[in-house]
C-alpha cells in the first residue's frame, strides 16, 4: 500500500478513546515498512492534498510520527506546503529520532516524547509537551496553554513567551522560559522544575504540591494561593513578597551572586 491510500483509510476511520491508541493505529497503518518515500518531507507532500479534512491536523501529525519510527532517522520538516493550516501532534511519541520544524503547529507537540530532539521553528498551540518522559522539545517562538501538561521527566525551553498554566499538573522534567509568562505557571505542580526568565502573571504556584518555581521578574498577584509544597524561588526585586493561603511548601528570595 503507498502512501496516499494508507493515510487515506487512517484519515477516515474514526478517532479512538485516546492519543496513545490513534498513535498505534496510525502504525498499524502504515506497517513496519520499508515506506514508499525517501523522507518524512515526501510522506508531508504525499498527503498534503488531504489538508481541508476535519480530522487532518490531527491524524495527519500521528501519521508523520509513526512514519519517522518506520524510517529510524532524523528529519527535518517544511510545512509551508500547508499554508495557514497547523499540524497538531507534530513529534509526538519520539523515541530517540530528532526533528526540525520549520512553521508554527498546532496541539500537543512532543506529546509523550521518550527521546531525542524537537526543535520547533515558529509558534506552538495548547499543550505542547504534555505527558512527556523525556528527550528535549524546543521552542523558537511563544507558546500558548498547558506547556508541559503532566510532563514526567525531558526538557522544554521556549524562547518567547509561553502562556498560562505552565507545568500544569506535572511531576518532573525541566521547562525554561526566556521571556514572559501567563497565569498559574506551575498550578498542581508536584515535581519539577520551571525557570521564568521575566515576570509571570497572576497565581504563580497555585496548588502546587512539589517542585520549584524560579522567576526572575515581577509576580503578579495572590503568589502561591493554595499551595501546599514545593518552593517558589523570586529575585531579589520581589523582597517582601507573601504568599496567599499557603499550608506548605516554601517562599525563597535569591540574593544575586548566591547559588540558585
Known sequence: MDIKQSFHEYLNAPFTESLAKDFEAAKANLGQGPLSVGSLQDVLDAIAAEKEHMAFAKKAGLFLSAAQQVLKADAALDLTVLGDNRLDCVG????????????????????????????????????????????????????????????????????????????????????????????????????????????????????????RIQIGGHIGRELGLGMAGGELALSEKNEGAQRAKSSGGKLTILRKGARK
Open 92 to 211: 509526538a511519541f519520539g523515541k530517540g529520532w530528532n526533528l526540525s520544524v520549520k512553521g508554527d503547529v498546532g496541539s500537543y507537540a512532543g506529546a509523550c516524547m521518550e527521546a531525542g530532539t524537537l526543535a520547533i521553528e515558529g509558534d506552538v498551540e495548547d499543550y505542547a509537551g504534555h505527558g512527556m518522559k523525556g528527550g528535549t522539545l524546543a521552542i523558537k517562538g511563544l507558546a500558548e496553554n498547558h506547556l508541559g501538561h503532566q510532563m514526567v521527566g525531558g526538557e522544554i525551553t521556549v524562547s518567547r513567551n509561553a502562556h498560562d498554566f505552565i507545568g500544569n499538573a506535572m511531576v518532573g522534567g525541566r521547562i525554561a522560559v526566556q521571556a514572559n509568562a501567563g497565569y498559574s505557571t506551575g498550578y498542581r505542580m508536584a515535581g519539577g522544575l520551571i525557570e521564568i526568565r521575566d515576570l509571570t502573571w497572576d497565581l504563580a504556584g497555585e496548588e502546587m504540591t512539589g517542585g
